[in-house]
């Protein structure tokens, strides 16, 4: 039984996981930051909290990707993983890939 509560570890370089996938899933993070940050005047290594974040916003992200991606994400995966290249890291580290609805 997959478990997407725990806490799963990325490794730095995201090994096994470049490619068109990772990549959308990227653009997917980093556009739920700049709808909740209403600006997206950060990059990539960026702390979600110094470009302006806070645990509600968080949350928010959290609930949006969880319903886009098809799975539970617990709250202490962002706050772990607090970049979009970190999060997008362990989140691809978990295998969440999914091309969302249109």
């Known amino acids: 039984m ?8 990325a490794s730095p370089d995201h090994a096994g996981h470049d490619g068109p ?3 959308l899933l990227r653009a ?3 556009a739920q930051w700049a709808d909740v940050l209403e600006h ?3 990059g990539g290594d960026d702390d ?22 098809g799975v539970r994400l ?8 607090p970049t979009v290249n ?3 890291g362990a989140l691809a580290a978990r295998g969440v890939f999914r091309t969302p609805a249109r």
């Open 21 to 23: 996938d990772i990549e």
């Open 40 to 42: 997206d005047d950060f």
């Open 48 to 69: 979600f909290f110094e470009a302006g974040g806070n645990s509600l916003l968080v949350a928010e992200i959290m609930a949006t990707l969880g319903a886009v991606l």
């Open 2 to 9: 997959d478990n997407f509560g725990s806490v799963g570890v």
């Open 86 to 88: 970190e999060l997008t």
């Open 74 to 81: 617990e709250l202490r995966l962002f706050f772990e993983h």
């Open 28 to 30: 997917q993070v980093r």
